[in-house]
């Protein structure tokens, strides 16, 4: 049974940087395919840094680029978010997630494990 927990998130000032830590448990970060998601109020939950720990394969959101970065930690099985440069916008509850196939996706219906979710708060 998988199990993720994410923590670290808060409120922050614009220009601000928060760091993301998703721990998981029954599962190991070598293979899949696993990232981070976030919802606001009244939008629909998209994909903020995806990655294929075996192929590589990295996905940022256009929004995020050269903003954020994803990363993990094999040895204490944790996935992170590091994210500079805050802005308002990226307020919104975040959400690290697991896509059981291999094969690699971006849509959160594609992903079968979910945290419970961080809210991270940007101040302007």
């Known amino acids: 049974q998988v199990q993720l927990a994410e923590s670290g998130g808060g409120l922050v000032q614009a220009g601000g940087s928060l760091r993301l830590s998703c721990a998981a448990s029954g599962h190991s970060f070598s293979s899949n395919v696993m990232g981070w998601f976030r919802q606001a109020p009244g939008e629909e939950r998209e994909p903020v840094a995806l990655k294929s720990w075996s192929s590589g394969l990295t996905y940022y959101a256009d929004s995020v680029k050269g903003r954020f970065t994803i990363s993990k930690d094999s040895a204490k099985n944790t996935m992170y978010l590091q994210m500079n440069s805050l802005k308002p916008e990226d307020t919104a509850v975040y959400y690290c997630?697991?896509?059981?196939?291999?094969?690699?996706?971006?849509?959160?219906?594609?992903?079968?494990?979910w945290g419970q979710g961080t809210q991270v708060t940007v101040s302007s």
């Open positions: 997630a697991v896509r059981s196939s291999p094969i690699f996706a971006t849509s959160a219906r594609e992903f079968d494990y």
